[in-house]
């Protein structure tokens, strides 16, 4: 049994994820952005899964969730699933909030970083972002999440870090007339998350239903890592360890 935190679980593609695992009898711990939205997870918590909450626009309430996150004790794999594609928060909640949670809660095994296809059309540019407003374009949010996960692979080499692009597929963000099978979806993070496979254990890959595909050439740019992690460690005051 492995213990699994999946933020932003209250629907889409990280419910789903937390409803397989729990099938699979696995431990998880969920994620909210505030109590009105655990009513949407109730009926997994009623089969046993834990839950957290806050929101992830807000790095006070971020800094709160990896407290709460901890103080249940240390988690195998988190799965940042949370992202929006859109409004005033898209670096503070595709980032900046998994950089965070990264930085606080106590280092797992596993990490695993929901990215998209988007990410290739991301500047790989730092220059003159405003990580304090947390506004940003979508494609960039999803190229520094992107690089994260291999950055993290790298400097932390006991953990292993992926980045997933779990296809368009038909959730609230991606819309009704999505083409991509939505079990595909969130099977891929699942399997990194909890496998033994000798694939699932790779670290610093980028997926897409289970299979190795190759990112944006700044993913594994070593002096881009290095700018973005400075960056917001700068930002949040907190540095990875």
């Known amino acids: 049994m492995t213990r699994v935190l999946i933020t932003g ?4 593609l990280g419910r789903l994820a937390a409803q397989s695992l729990l099938a699979d009898g696995h431990e998880v711990v969920l994620h909210a952005r505030n109590r009105e939205r655990l009513t949407a997870v109730r009926d997994l918590v ?3 899964a834990a839950a957290v909450v806050g929101d992830l626009a807000d790095m006070e309430q971020t800094r709160a969730v990896a407290d709460e996150v901890n103080e249940l004790g240390r988690m195998d794999a988190v799965i940042h699933n949370a992202g929006v594609y859109s409004g005033p928060h898209v670096l503070a909640v595709n980032i900046v909030a998994p950089y965070l949670l990264t930085a606080l809660i106590e280092r797992p095994k596993r990490l695993v970083y929901l990215s998209s296809s988007e990410h290739r ?5 730092l220059t003159g972002i405003d990580w304090t407003s947390g506004t940003g374009r979508y494609p960039d949010s999803k190229l520094y999440v992107t690089t994260l996960a291999a950055a993290v692979a790298r400097v932390w080499p006991d953990v292993i870090s992926n980045g997933v692009d779990p296809g368009w597929v038909p959730t609230r963000m991606g819309g009704p007339g999505a083409p991509d099978d939505l079990r595909l979806g969130h099977l891929t993070q699942e399997w990194l998350a909890t496998s033994d496979e000798p694939g699932a254990q790779t670290s610093g890959a980028y997926w897409h239903h289970q299979h190795r595909i190759q990112p944006h050439p700044a993913v594994h740019d ?3 890592q290095d700018q973005l992690l400075d960056d917001l460690a700068s930002f949040t005051t907190k540095r990875l360890s």
């Open 46 to 48: 009623d089969r046993g």
């Open 121 to 125: 059309g991301g500047r790989a540019d």
């Open 9 to 12: 679980s209250a629907d889409g």
């Open 222 to 224: 070593r002096s881009f």
